[in-house]
T-cell receptor, first 113, second 113 residues
Framework: DVKVTQSSRYLVKRTGEKVFLECVQDMDHENMFWYRQDPGLGLRLIYF???????EKGDIPEGYSVSREKKERFSLILESTSTNQTSMYLCASRAPGEGYGYTFGSGTRLTVV | AQSVTQLGSHVSVSEGALVLLRCNYSSSVPPYLFWYVQYPNQGLQLLLKYTTGATLVKGINGFEAEFKKSETSFHLTKPSAHMSDAAEYFC???????????FGKGTRLHILP
């Protein structure tokens, strides 16, 4: 089975701190995604990447950046955290081709105080 | 543009009763359709998917869903609810050729003893 690993389950950060959220997948998938999940809003796409060093903005990229230096690793960067970035962050990967779903990591619950 | 509507943000059923979670989608072309389940403080797990072929799709944990093109629906059912089914369920759609999956806002299923 494909495994997607997120480096932290829970994080607490102070406003203004820089945060790196790491995501690693072990099945050589080209496509990787970062979502945030908030009650009543569902999953919203922040950024995605379809290849090394390639990235595309999702629906809510403001306040975030990403890095993909290696195929298996996709990092989400919060340069200067704010309280409205308190959320559950989910990483996913997807095999190329028709009809494949996402495989998700376990999520990182970030609290900014 | 694709979109997904899940009717009811919360659904309660008694243990042993039928589970029905509703999902309607909009898509300009025949889509791929997915149902995911999320248990507390975990990532999303694929329950089932429709790509092509038989419109009644069976998934894990006794769930199934039927693709009805004329109704643009993909409702999730289970004949007899179990306490362990309590979770949040997400319907999702992806168009052919698109790497991204669009999620509904989710339905939280409560099982009453």
């Amino acid at each position: 089975d494909v495994k997607v690993t997120q480096s932290s389950r829970y994080l607490v950060k102070r406003t203004g701190e820089k945060v790196f959220l790491e995501c690693v997948q072990d099945m050589d998938h080209e496509n990787m995604f970062w979502y945030r999940q908030d009650p009543g809003l569902g999953l919203r796409l922040i950024y995605f990447s379809y290849d090394v060093k390639m990235k595309e903005k999702g629906d809510i990229p403001e306040g975030y950046s990403v890095s993909r230096e290696k195929k298996e690793r996709f990092s989400l960067i919060l340069e200067s955290t704010s309280t409205n970035q308190t959320s559950m962050y989910l990483c996913a990967s997807r095999a190329p081709g028709e009809g494949y779903g996402y495989t998700f990591g376990s999520g990182t619950r970030l609290t900014v105080v | 543009a694709q979109s997904v509507t899940q009717l009811g943000s919360h659904v309660s059923v008694s243990e042993g009763a039928l589970v029905l979670l509703r999902c309607n989608y909009s898509s300009s072309v025949p889509p791929y359709l997915f149902w995911y389940v999320q248990y507390p403080n975990q990532g999303l797990q694929l329950l089932l998917k429709y790509t092509t072929g038989a419109t009644l799709v069976k998934g894990i944990n006794g769930f199934e869903a039927e693709f009805k093109k004329s109704e643009t629906s993909f409702h999730l059912t289970k004949p007899s609810a179990h306490m362990s089914d309590a979770a949040e369920y997400f319907c999702a759609v992806s168009e052919k050729g698109d790497d991204k999956i669009i999620f509904g806002k989710g339905t939280r299923l409560h099982i009453l003893p």
